[in-house]
């Protein structure tokens, strides 16, 4: 599997090391999972000191109204078009397969919302960085655990201080122009996934040219990770 190159650069391969591209959306529960999958691979992977994960931008619904604190059960009947008890069925299945993975997503509570600001808080914290991950998986949490909107500009002043973002830094942020420099990384995410055919998240790319799609098994992300570290690109 195959991924066009990222303008960004090759990845680098002198010292066998590899970065892995995760395109995901706050909003969508399988990202939740397969983030969570990811971290417990990297964490028992003894190569994880030659990969450096990188958190990329994907907006599922880039329309969802900000703010309108609708329930993610209205809300997705809604834009389907499908009964709610189809819906409930289908939170179901996705919160038994969350459960095996140790996460609790409560649908019930679960709350609609637009998530580019979320977006670009992890861009504030860094998406390559250890801080940018622990943002990711708290804006996570705060969705699908604690029914939190994280549109709300006080959930993520609250998740960028649990991760030691400042107040004062998060709320800049929140008011800046929305091409700032958090936004246009967001947007230029975004426009690279288009360009290499991202139809769908979780989608992780390594060594920029190895792809697998959805909610991957550890054993397959690393054997990932194991092929761009074993076979690195031809320069």
Known sequence: MTADQDPTGPAQTGDRHTVLDVWTDIA???????????????????????????????ELDPHTPVGAGRSELEALAESKDMPKDRVRQ????????????????????????????????????GPDTA??????????????????????PEVLVGVGAEAGIGEEAVRALLAAPKDGPEGAAVTSDEALAARIGVRGV??????????????????????????????????
């Open 202 to 235: 979780p989608f992780f790319v390594a060594d920029r040219r190895l792809a697998v799609s959805g909610a991957q098994a550890g054993e397959t992300l690393t054997r990932l990770l194991d092929t761009a570290l074993d076979s690195p690109a031809e320069q």
């Open 131 to 152: 801080r940018g991950a622990a943002v990711l998986t708290a804006l996570f949490h705060a969705r699908f655990t604690r029914g939190l909107a994280v549109d709300d």
């Open 90 to 125: 289908m939170f179901d299945q996705v919160s038994a397969v969350g459960a095996e993975d140790g996460l609790t997503l409560d649908f019930g509570r679960t709350i609609s919302a637009n998530t580019f600001d979320a977006h670009r808080l992890v861009q504030l914290a």
């Open 28 to 58: 969508c529960p399988w990202c939740y999972i397969g983030a969570t999958r990811l971290h417990r691979a990297l964490a028992d992977y003894d190569r994880a000191g030659q990969v450096t994960v990188h958190w990329r931008a994907y």
